[in-house]
């Protein structure tokens, strides 16, 4: 195998957790995901030659991830009623599960899915414990307005995981 494969393959490994949040957020059930992780894997496959190293890897993957993830949904245009997830994928330690814990992520998720696409990507970035500025960076606005946007998708998603109790 080639170094660069190798190289690839290796940050990939690193930052697959990025790719699984992305997929969960913007995909409601196991197979969408599945294919959405493939997409960005692709994608990000693609353009590994043009990584120039200039930034992190992972702030470059997650640009490419959300990108994707936005053009997968619309091209996709489907969106199936949400199905229960598959535990296993989070190999949670038996003395680590709590299920009250389980529910809440699981409804997290499920109003996660209910925002639109820049609205996702906010909460995403917001979960990662991006700064403001980095969000603007990313998103190609003001960092005024990124805190703005965040705001409202946070009021968004309350307003959704209170609709659901």
Same mark, same amino acid.
């Given at each position: 195998? &080639?170094?660069s494969?190798q190289?690839f %393959?290796?940050?990939?490994?690193?930052?697959?957790?990025?790719?699984?949040?992305?997929?969960?957020?913007?995909?409601?059930n196991?197979?969408d995901?599945?294919? =959405?992780? &493939? *997409?960005?894997?692709? &994608?990000?496959w !693609?353009s590994?030659?043009?990584?120039?190293?200039?930034?992190?890897?992972?702030?470059?993957?997650?640009?490419i /991830?959300?990108n994707? /993830?936005?053009?997968? %949904?619309?091209?996709?245009k489907?969106r199936?009623?949400?199905?229960?997830?598959?535990?296993?994928?989070? !190999?949670?330690k038996? *003395?680590?599960?709590? =299920?009250?814990?389980e &529910?809440? =992520?699981?409804?997290?998720y *499920?109003c996660?899915?209910?925002?639109?696409?820049?609205?996702? /990507?906010?909460?995403?970035?917001y %979960?990662?414990?991006?700064?403001?500025?980095?969000?603007a960076?990313?998103?190609?606005?003001?960092?005024?307005?990124?805190?703005?946007?965040?705001?409202?998708?946070?009021? !968004? =998603?309350?307003?959704?995981?209170?609709?659901?109790r």
């Open positions: 195998m &080639q170094s494969e190289e %393959l290796a940050k990939i490994e690193m930052h697959k957790g990025i790719i699984f949040k992305i997929s969960k957020m913007y995909m409601d196991r197979d995901q599945n294919d =959405l992780f &493939q *997409e960005i894997v692709y &994608q990000v !693609k590994f030659s043009s990584f120039e190293g200039k930034s992190e890897f992972s702030t470059w993957l997650y640009r /991830a959300l994707t /993830a936005i053009i997968f %949904l619309k091209s996709e489907r199936s009623f949400i199905q229960n997830d598959d535990v296993s994928l989070y !190999k949670i038996e *003395e680590e599960y709590n =299920l009250e814990d &529910q809440n =992520l699981k409804r997290m *499920e996660i899915q209910k925002l639109n696409p820049i609205d996702k /990507a906010l909460i995403f970035y %979960l990662e414990d991006f700064s403001g500025k980095e969000m960076e990313q998103m190609g606005i003001s960092e005024g307005n990124a805190r703005v946007k965040l705001n409202r998708a946070k009021e !968004k =998603l309350k307003q959704f995981i209170q609709d659901t």
